[in-house]
Nanobody, 121 residues
């Protein structure tokens, strides 16, 4: 079993900041990449940011310069620092973990339960 637990999120005014955390645990040999997608009401899910095992971050254009993703490899944990938040950032944010299982040595994608981020204008 692999568990992905998210924390953070909440309600903030436009221009404010929030921090999301995501921790993976269980039958993991190696976490290869971690990141977040988001889905706003009536919209398709979209990539927000991801970070590779080597620490290379990838950001959606809409969040570049405002969001920063980082990870603690030893803890299998990733963080998303969100600054200068806008109402259009309002969505449910889902953590994604791309990991190699310790039993099968096969890579899988795992998802967190989602956390609501609401930015008021």
């Amino acid at each position: 079993q692999v568990q992905v637990v998210e924390s953070g999120g909440g309600l903030v005014q436009a221009g404010g900041s929030l921090r999301l955390s995501c921790a993976a645990s269980g039958s993991i040999l190696r976490v290869n990449a971690m990141g977040w997608d988001r889905q706003a009401p009536g919209k398709q899910r979209e990539l927000v940011a991801t970070i590779t095992l080597g620490g290379r971050p990838i950001y959606a254009e809409a969040v570049k310069g405002r969001f920063t993703i980082s990870r603690d490899i030893a803890k299998n944990t990733a963080y998303l620092e969100m600054n200068s938040l806008k109402p259009e950032d309002t969505a449910v944010y889902y953590c994604n973990v791309h990991a190699t299982r310790i039993d099968s040595r096969i890579d899988y994608d795992y998802w967190g339960q989602g956390t609501q981020v609401t930015v008021s204008s």
